[in-house]
Protein backbone atom coordinates (compact mmCIF):
# COMPACT_ATOMS: atom_id res chain seq x y z
CA UNK A 1 0.00 0.00 0.00
CA UNK A 2 0.89 3.20 -0.06
CA UNK A 3 3.69 5.23 2.59
CA UNK A 4 3.78 8.48 4.11
CA UNK A 5 4.05 11.36 1.11
CA UNK A 6 5.02 14.71 1.84
CA UNK A 7 5.30 17.54 -0.77
CA UNK A 8 7.39 19.16 -1.96
CA UNK A 9 10.51 17.13 -1.73
CA UNK A 10 12.22 20.42 -2.00
CA UNK A 11 11.62 24.26 -0.70
CA UNK A 12 13.30 26.95 -1.31
CA UNK A 13 12.06 30.46 -0.01
CA UNK A 14 13.62 33.75 1.08
CA UNK A 15 13.62 35.17 4.97
CA UNK A 16 10.62 36.40 5.87
CA UNK A 17 8.05 34.45 3.69
CA UNK A 18 5.70 32.38 4.98
CA UNK A 19 5.82 28.74 3.70
CA UNK A 20 3.44 25.65 3.61
CA UNK A 21 4.80 21.63 3.86
CA UNK A 22 2.09 19.35 3.72
CA UNK A 23 1.87 15.49 4.65
CA UNK A 24 -0.18 12.60 3.67
CA UNK A 25 0.19 9.86 6.42
CA UNK A 26 -0.64 6.27 5.72
CA UNK A 27 -4.59 5.36 5.69
CA UNK A 28 -5.81 4.46 8.90
CA UNK A 29 -3.41 5.81 10.86
CA UNK A 30 -4.63 8.10 13.33
CA UNK A 31 -1.24 8.81 15.02
CA UNK A 32 0.80 12.05 13.30
CA UNK A 33 3.92 13.63 14.16
CA UNK A 34 6.18 16.47 12.40
CA UNK A 35 9.94 16.14 13.05
CA UNK A 36 13.04 18.29 12.08
CA UNK A 37 16.28 17.37 10.81
CA UNK A 38 19.24 19.16 10.54
CA UNK A 39 22.60 18.31 8.35
CA UNK A 40 24.36 15.67 10.95
CA UNK A 41 21.94 15.89 13.52
CA UNK A 42 19.15 13.63 14.73
CA UNK A 43 15.58 14.43 14.80
CA UNK A 44 14.17 16.76 16.62
CA UNK A 45 10.27 16.51 17.57
CA UNK A 46 8.10 19.41 16.92
CA UNK A 47 4.10 18.38 17.04
CA UNK A 48 2.08 15.37 17.24
CA UNK A 49 -1.60 14.55 16.34
CA UNK A 50 -3.40 11.30 18.16
CA UNK A 51 -6.59 11.07 16.42
CA UNK A 52 -9.17 13.61 17.60
CA UNK A 53 -7.16 15.01 20.89
CA UNK A 54 -5.73 17.85 21.22
CA UNK A 55 -2.29 17.91 19.22
CA UNK A 56 0.76 18.00 21.40
CA UNK A 57 2.51 20.71 20.65
CA UNK A 58 5.56 21.06 23.14
CA UNK A 59 8.08 20.44 20.54
CA UNK A 60 7.17 23.86 18.26
CA UNK A 61 10.54 25.82 18.51
CA UNK A 62 8.21 29.57 18.24
CA UNK A 63 5.21 31.39 17.59
CA UNK A 64 6.02 30.87 13.76
CA UNK A 65 5.72 27.36 13.70
CA UNK A 66 1.74 25.68 13.38
CA UNK A 67 0.31 22.97 12.54
CA UNK A 68 -2.98 21.58 11.66
CA UNK A 69 -4.45 17.98 10.50
CA UNK A 70 -7.49 17.95 8.98
CA UNK A 71 -9.99 15.51 9.05
CA UNK A 72 -8.01 12.93 11.13
CA UNK A 73 -5.96 13.05 7.54
CA UNK A 74 -3.75 15.29 6.00
CA UNK A 75 -1.61 17.69 7.84
CA UNK A 76 -0.14 20.80 7.28
CA UNK A 77 2.87 22.48 8.56
CA UNK A 78 3.33 26.25 8.23
CA UNK A 79 6.40 28.12 8.91
CA UNK A 80 5.40 32.21 8.91
CA UNK A 81 8.73 34.91 8.62
CA UNK A 82 11.32 32.37 7.59
CA UNK A 83 14.47 32.36 9.17
CA UNK A 84 17.95 30.76 7.99
CA UNK A 85 17.99 28.88 10.93
CA UNK A 86 14.83 26.85 10.19
CA UNK A 87 17.09 25.45 7.43
CA UNK A 88 16.18 21.68 7.68
CA UNK A 89 14.48 18.40 6.42
CA UNK A 90 11.28 18.21 7.82
CA UNK A 91 9.86 15.19 7.98
CA UNK A 92 6.31 13.71 8.84
CA UNK A 93 5.46 10.19 10.56
CA UNK A 94 2.69 8.21 11.06
CA UNK A 95 1.73 5.09 13.31
CA UNK A 96 -1.01 2.96 13.73
CA UNK A 97 -1.43 3.64 17.13
CA UNK A 98 0.04 6.68 19.45
CA UNK A 99 1.85 4.70 21.97
CA UNK A 100 2.92 1.50 23.19
CA UNK A 101 5.72 0.41 20.77
CA UNK A 102 4.05 1.31 17.68
CA UNK A 103 6.48 1.58 14.46
CA UNK A 104 6.86 5.19 13.02
CA UNK A 105 6.65 5.30 9.27
CA UNK A 106 8.05 7.42 7.89
CA UNK A 107 8.15 9.82 5.14
CA UNK A 108 10.19 11.18 2.38
CA UNK A 109 10.94 14.79 4.24
CA UNK A 110 10.69 18.02 2.51
CA UNK A 111 14.36 19.73 2.85
CA UNK A 112 13.57 23.13 3.10
CA UNK A 113 16.32 26.32 2.49
CA UNK A 114 16.04 29.54 3.64
CA UNK A 115 17.56 32.23 1.80
CA UNK B 1 15.34 16.00 31.60
CA UNK B 2 15.92 13.66 28.99
CA UNK B 3 19.68 12.47 27.12
CA UNK B 4 20.68 10.42 24.79
CA UNK B 5 23.90 9.66 23.63
CA UNK B 6 25.92 7.89 20.73
CA UNK B 7 29.32 7.79 19.07
CA UNK B 8 29.01 9.87 15.84
CA UNK B 9 30.66 8.07 13.36
CA UNK B 10 31.98 4.16 13.43
CA UNK B 11 34.04 2.41 10.66
CA UNK B 12 33.73 -1.49 10.17
CA UNK B 13 35.09 -4.13 7.51
CA UNK B 14 32.73 -5.85 5.28
CA UNK B 15 31.74 -9.21 6.57
CA UNK B 16 32.60 -8.02 10.41
CA UNK B 17 30.35 -7.77 13.28
CA UNK B 18 29.81 -4.17 14.45
CA UNK B 19 28.20 -3.17 18.25
CA UNK B 20 26.77 0.63 18.29
CA UNK B 21 25.98 1.97 21.89
CA UNK B 22 23.67 3.92 22.77
CA UNK B 23 23.32 5.33 26.53
CA UNK B 24 20.18 7.15 27.81
CA UNK B 25 19.08 9.09 31.15
CA UNK B 26 15.42 9.62 30.89
CA UNK B 27 12.91 10.02 34.44
CA UNK B 28 10.40 7.22 33.06
CA UNK B 29 10.25 5.46 29.28
CA UNK B 30 8.58 2.37 28.21
CA UNK B 31 10.95 1.06 25.74
CA UNK B 32 13.87 2.21 23.03
CA UNK B 33 13.51 1.90 19.82
CA UNK B 34 16.44 1.44 16.82
CA UNK B 35 16.29 3.21 13.48
CA UNK B 36 18.19 3.12 10.18
CA UNK B 37 18.50 5.83 8.01
CA UNK B 38 20.61 5.51 4.87
CA UNK B 39 22.04 9.24 3.72
CA UNK B 40 18.88 11.11 2.42
CA UNK B 41 16.17 9.14 3.15
CA UNK B 42 13.77 8.50 5.86
CA UNK B 43 14.40 6.44 9.01
CA UNK B 44 13.24 3.07 9.13
CA UNK B 45 12.17 1.00 12.21
CA UNK B 46 14.83 -2.03 13.19
CA UNK B 47 13.83 -2.97 16.44
CA UNK B 48 11.81 -2.02 19.50
CA UNK B 49 13.44 -3.26 23.15
CA UNK B 50 10.66 -3.07 26.36
CA UNK B 51 13.00 -5.78 28.43
CA UNK B 52 16.18 -6.38 29.12
CA UNK B 53 18.23 -8.78 27.60
CA UNK B 54 19.07 -9.59 23.48
CA UNK B 55 16.33 -9.53 20.63
CA UNK B 56 17.37 -11.04 17.72
CA UNK B 57 16.40 -10.48 14.05
CA UNK B 58 18.34 -11.96 11.46
CA UNK B 59 21.93 -10.40 11.18
CA UNK B 60 20.65 -6.84 13.82
CA UNK B 61 20.36 -7.83 17.40
CA UNK B 62 19.19 -4.93 20.30
CA UNK B 63 20.28 -5.33 23.60
CA UNK B 64 18.49 -3.50 26.62
CA UNK B 65 19.33 -2.74 30.55
CA UNK B 66 17.40 -0.63 31.88
CA UNK B 67 19.73 -0.78 35.24
CA UNK B 68 22.12 0.63 33.15
CA UNK B 69 20.42 2.81 30.83
CA UNK B 70 22.52 1.54 27.95
CA UNK B 71 21.57 0.07 24.70
CA UNK B 72 23.09 -1.55 21.82
CA UNK B 73 22.94 -2.57 18.38
CA UNK B 74 24.45 -5.54 17.08
CA UNK B 75 25.19 -6.27 13.37
CA UNK B 76 26.63 -8.99 12.16
CA UNK B 77 27.80 -10.41 8.40
CA UNK B 78 28.43 -6.63 7.85
CA UNK B 79 26.98 -5.74 4.01
CA UNK B 80 28.14 -2.80 2.37
CA UNK B 81 24.69 -1.61 2.01
CA UNK B 82 24.47 -1.44 6.12
CA UNK B 83 26.92 1.99 5.38
CA UNK B 84 24.25 4.45 6.86
CA UNK B 85 23.29 6.38 10.34
CA UNK B 86 21.54 4.36 13.27
CA UNK B 87 19.81 6.34 15.59
CA UNK B 88 18.43 5.33 19.21
CA UNK B 89 15.01 6.46 20.59
CA UNK B 90 13.57 6.61 23.90
CA UNK B 91 9.73 6.42 24.67
CA UNK B 92 8.93 8.87 27.09
CA UNK B 93 6.85 7.05 29.67
CA UNK B 94 4.79 10.44 30.48
CA UNK B 95 3.35 11.07 26.86
CA UNK B 96 4.79 8.29 24.63
CA UNK B 97 6.77 10.93 23.13
CA UNK B 98 10.03 9.53 20.83
CA UNK B 99 13.49 11.24 22.19
CA UNK B 100 15.81 10.63 19.55
CA UNK B 101 19.75 10.51 19.88
CA UNK B 102 21.97 12.30 17.17
CA UNK B 103 22.73 8.89 15.21
CA UNK B 104 25.64 7.03 14.58
CA UNK B 105 27.15 7.24 10.97
CA UNK B 106 28.46 3.58 10.34
CA UNK B 107 30.68 3.28 7.04
CA UNK B 108 32.22 -0.05 5.75
CA UNK B 109 34.42 -0.53 4.15
CA UNK B 110 35.60 -3.26 1.78
Known amino acids: GAGVSQSPSNKVTEKGKDVELRCDPI?????LYWYRQSLGQGLEFLIY????????KSGLPSDRFSAERTGGSVSTLTIQRTQQEDSAVYLC?????????????FGPGTRLTVT | GQNIDQPTEMTATEGAIVQINCTYQ??????LFWYQQHAGEAPTFLSY??LDGLEEKGRFSSFLSRSKGYSYLLLKELQMKDSASYLCAVELRSNYQLIWGAGTKLIIKP
Open chain 1, 93 to 105: ASSSQGQGAYEQY
Open chain 2, 49 to 50: NV
Open chain 1, 49 to 56: FQGNSAPD
Open chain 2, 26 to 31: TSGFNG
Open chain 1, 27 to 31: SGHTA
